[in-house]
């Protein structure tokens, strides 16, 4: 009813590679079989040893990990401990290792209204309430993955006044205050009833602007509203509404006006997150105040485009703004800020912060435009590392390590993203060192290892992106083999993604474009391939990991073609 205002399980198959096929293909590998798990282990306790502890930071995961689209607006974790993410590329689920993604071409029609996910929140059931930017707000259910969608109809005025969704604020007792591009909404959940609160039509009574961007109900019952023309006081039980507006000096004035989020501290006090920055807002006389620097605000906060406030269990609050993500320990003085910078591994990937989250185990979690961003509150430290390593020629600074083995001197051997093998004696607690490999000095930083095998006869085998490679441990030789074209008995292709060696001791090679059997006594390789003939062939040329079960089974893992079975 409109009513006038004074002031108003597995997946198998998956999309063909695109980009950074290489390095999905190795975060695949390391999916499958008990051998896997342990060199997890050893790498995680390897890595705690360069944990920087004096040096909070992030890690960072973005579509090269699965998700849908960088641009993460809202992030919620439910009751099953899976984390949610709001995406303008849909509605994703992380397990903490693989996403699932929910969008509009999920099972047909019951699927997410519109791919641009804006807000959602977790209902008093487990369910979700998600608004989407064009779609109206969808309730879904995780378990059943069953999708209700609500939208605006102009004949109904008991339905959702517009279909673009700015906020959603859960009132209890199954009430929901929605905020749209076209005014307030009341929403009973059980009745599933809206009511709209909208501008006057009479032009001399218009003082609110339709468009609202935050909603906040305080501690007195007190509904703030955060519009696109300033800030409303909304006494739901009178259903009136007062309006407050900046007035600031012309420039900024309609910016300040445009309030992002609102936030109230222990004493009462409201702070609004604006379209240029930081404002506090007195309620006894409605006044903003622009004054804040003298409260110990870093400058960047009273001039940044602010989307969020958040309150951690220890009470502090974030400060989600286009700048970075800033940290009060109450609303009186900066601790501490991030932002994006030239120590990418210690700082955030994108400074344009989005939204916070904080989860049961006391996890933050960031949505940026590039990505999401996590960070260990318990901790304070990081989640991904960066590793210092030695070589004959200079002391290089950070590597990602994509692959792991160990021999039985105790040394670690690391296989790197384009900068070759590095060894390492933990229990000597020895510099890490690179190993040159065979090619020039360019070639070497420039190798990526993406799996790496210790053989029962000590060889160390390295599938790169240039070829595989043997490595005689005791004698420091390698050994190379490569795809040549118009050789019947060569490797398939130099892009190596995994190994596995059988019963039998016979080498299996998965690379980008077939898999291979060795032979080590003649040096050639026989390879399968996903032909026109015969039929029985692997699922996809594109192999990304090998296993033998106890059967003596092969099953190989393919990025395009789903689990192929092979019994040799």
Avoid at 332 to 350: D, K, S, T, V, W
């Amino acid at each position: 009813m409109r009513k006038k205002i004074e002031i108003a399980g597995m997946v198998l198959r998956m999309k063909q590679p695109e980009q950074n096929q290489f390095l999905r293909g190795i975060k695949c590998c390391r999916r499958l079989g008990r051998k896997c798990l342990w060199l997890l282990l050893v790498m995680t306790s390897f890595l705690n040893l360069w944990a920087d502890s004096s040096s909070p930071g992030f890690q960072n995961i973005s579509i090269e990990d699965g998700l849908s689209q960088n641009s993460v607006t809202s992030i919620l974790q439910d009751r099953n401990r899976f984390m949610w993410f709001g995406s303008y590329g849909g509605l994703n689920r992380y397990d903490g290792y693989n996403f699932k993604t929910y969008n509009r071409s999920f099972r047909g029609g019951n699927c997410l209204s519109h791919d641009m996910v804006n807000n959602m929140v977790m209902d008093e059931d487990g369910t979700f309430w998600i608004g989407t930017i064009g779609g109206g707000i969808n309730h879904f259910d995780p378990i059943r993955e069953k999708f209700t969608c609500f939208r605006s109809r102009p004949d109904d005025p008991g339905s959702l006044s517009d279909n673009s969704v700015r906020v959603i604020l859960p009132a209890g007792d199954g009430l929901f205050w929605i905020g749209t591009d076209n005014g307030l909404n009341k929403f009973a959940s059980r009745s599933r009833v809206f009511t709209r609160y909208l501008n006057s039509e009479d032009p001399s009574e218009v003082n609110v602007q339709n468009a609202v961007y935050s909603l906040h109900l305080d501690k007195s019952g007190i509904l703030w509203v955060g519009t696109g023309n300033g800030l409303c006081r909304f006494d739901s039980k009178r259903e009136t509404c007062i309006r407050f507006q900046s007035r600031h000096d012309d420039r900024t004035a309609s910016q300040h006006n445009q309030i992002n989020a609102i936030f109230e501290d222990g004493k009462g006090t409201i702070w609004l997150g604006t379209e240029a920055g930081l404002v506090r807002f007195d309620k006894q006389n409605g006044t903003f105040n622009f004054n804040v620097e003298s409260a110990g605000i870093l400058p960047h906060l009273y001039r940044s485009r602010i989307f969020q406030f958040f309150r951690d269990t220890r009470d502090r609050v974030w400060v989600a703004t286009e700048s970075g993500i800033y940290i009060f320990p109450g609303m009186n003085m900066i601790e501490l800020y991030f932002r994006a910078g030239a120590i990418p591994r210690r700082l955030l990937p994108n400074r344009f912060i989005i939204s916070i989250y904080q989860d049961p185990e006391d996890v933050i979690w960031a949505g940026t435009l590039s990505g999401i961003s996590k960070y260990d509150l318990k901790t304070q430290q990081f989640a991904s590392y960066g590793l210092e390593i030695v070589s004959q020629e200079k002391k290089f600074g950070s590597f990602r390590v994509t692959a792991v083995s160990q021999d039985s001197g105790g040394y670690l051997w690391l296989g790197t993203y384009k900068n070759g093998l590095v060894k390492f004696n933990r229990s000597l607690g020895e510099n890490l060192t690179v190993v040159d490999l065979p090619g020039s000095s360019r070639e070497t930083k420039e190798t990526t290892i993406s799996a790496l095998l210790l053989d029962r006869d000590r060889m160390l085998w390295l599938g790169t992106d240039k070829g595989l490679h043997a490595y005689d441990i005791e004698k420091e030789v390698f050994r190379g083999y490569y795809s040549h074209s118009q050789t019947m008995a060569s490797l398939s292709d130099d892009r190596i993604t995994s190994f596995w060696q059988d019963r039998y001791d016979r080498l299996w090679i998965g690379t980008q474009n077939g898999l291979n059997l060795f032979d080590r006594s003649r040096g050639t390789f026989t390879v399968y391939r996903n032909e026109s003939f015969p039929a029985k062939t692997i699922g996809c040329n594109y192999v990304t990991a090998i296993f033998q079960d106890s059967l003596g089974v092969i099953w190989i893992g393919t990025y395009g073609g789903g689990l192929s079975r092979f019994d040799p």
